[in-house]
C-alpha cells in the first residue's frame, strides 16, 4: 500500500495514515456492537484501528464484500458503494466516538444533517474504505459535529463534515425483526 505517497493537494488531512496501522485492530464488531445500535445489512463498520483523545480523532474501516446487499443492483455489473453508504460508514465512526466517550449523554445517536460532502472516487466490493473522523463541536444534549475523510488505498474517496443528534431513548425499545 503507497500510503506514505498519500498527498491530496489543498486537503488538511484528518491524520497522516503512517500514525495508525491498518492491522492493529483495538476494536472489533463486538466492541463495535456495544456502542452502535446498526445491525445485519446496516452495520458499516469493520474495526476500528486508532482513536485519540487528546487530537478527539478516531479511524476505523469497512472492508466492502461482494455480498453487499446494495452490490447487486448499484450498478449492475459495475457495482460501486452508493454514497449515501459511506456517509453511514462515516456516521457510525462518528457515532462510535461520541457514545464511547459519552459527549452527547444520549443513549442514542442519529443524523442531524451533512455539509461539504464530496465524493472522489468510487468504492468497490473488494476494496477495504478507511475512515477518519475528528470532533469539531460539541453540544452536550445538543449536537456533535465532526469532519471526515475516506480512503481506498491511497487516494481521498469522500469528505464532508457530520451532525449527530441524540434521539429519544424510547428507540431503542421497539422491536425488530430478527434476520432469517
Known amino acids: 500500500m503507497a500510503w506514505e505517497n498519500l498527498r491530496v493537494p489543498g486537503k488538511d488531512l ?3 495514515p503512517s500514525e ?3 492491522s492493529q485492530v483495538i476494536a472489533g464488531i463486538d466492541d463495535i456492537r456495544r456502542w452502535n445500535p446498526q445491525r445485519f445489512e446496516m452495520e458499516q463498520l469493520t474495526a ?3 482513536e485519540d483523545g487528546v487530537r478527539k480523532l478516531c479511524v476505523g474501516y469497512k472492508d466492502v464484500r461482494h455480498d453487499e446487499f446494495w452490490a447487486r443492483g448499484h450498478m449492475p455489473g459495475q457495482p460501486i458503494m452508493p454514497g449515501v453508504m459511506m456517509c453511514e460508514c462515516a456516521a457510525q465512526l462518528c457515532s462510535y466516538m461520541s457514545q464511547k466517550y459519552d459527549l452527547l449523554g444520549a443513549k442514542v445517536l442519529g443524523f442531524g444533517g451533512m455539509d461539504e460532502v464530496r465524493f472522489r472516487d468510487p468504492v468497490r466490493p473488494g476494496d477495504r474504505l ?4 475528528q470532533l469539531i463541536k460539541v453540544r452536550r444534549g445538543a449536537i456533535v ?6 480512503f481506498v488505498r491511497d487516494t481521498l ?3 464532508g463534515q457530520i451532525k449527530g443528534v441524540p434521539l429519544p431513548s424510547d428507540i431503542l425499545n421497539t422491536t425488530t425483526p430478527a434476520a432469517g
Open 14 to 16: 484528518i491524520i497522516e
Open 20 to 22: 495508525y496501522d491498518l
Open 48 to 50: 476500528i484501528v486508532h
Open 130 to 133: 478507511v475512515m477518519a473522523a
Open 145 to 150: 459535529v465532526s469532519r471526515f475523510q475516506g
Open 157 to 159: 474517496v469522500c469528505e
